[in-house]
């Protein structure tokens, strides 16, 4: 069964940086796409980047454009998202997926989805 699990969310105050990691170990990076969502409450599921898999193209949303940098190490089976100049707006419950081949922009294309990991921006 394969398995993504985040961390690095936590609280930070506005215009701070975290740092989120997905591991997927049993996952071949350049074989699967993997997305960050995110949903805060009250909301829908909002995609906001994506890493694809043969070549690594990166996408994002433009609510985040300019201030989350995607980024993987497939020797570590680890995607990141570093978030800079955070705002309250981004607080959010952060899941990352993945599915095997090209990206997609469609949740439900998503096989995979790790726990979550709840980021908070405080004003």
């Known amino acids: 069964q394969l398995q993504l699990v985040e961390s690095g969310g936590g609280l930070v105050q506005s215009g701070g940086s975290l740092r989120l990691s997905c591991a997927a170990p049993?996952?071949?990076?350049?074989?699967?796409?993997i997305a960050w969502f995110r949903q805060a409450p009250g909301k829908e599921r909002e995609g906001i980047s994506v890493?694809?898999?043969?070549?690594?193209?990166?996408y994002y949303a433009d609510s985040v454009k300019g201030r989350f940098t995607i980024s993987r190490d497939n020797a570590k089976n680890t995607v990141y998202l570093q978030m800079n100049t955070l705002k309250p707006e981004d607080t959010a419950v952060y899941y990352c997926?993945?599915?095997?081949?090209?990206?997609?922009?469609?949740?439900?294309?998503?096989?995979?989805w790790g726990q979550g990991t709840q980021v908070t921006v405080s004003s």
């Open positions: 890493i694809s898999d043969s070549d690594g193209s990166t």
């Open positions: 049993g996952f071949t990076l350049t074989y699967n796409s």
């Open positions: 997926a993945g599915r095997e081949g090209p990206y997609s922009d469609y949740a439900w294309r998503y096989e995979y």
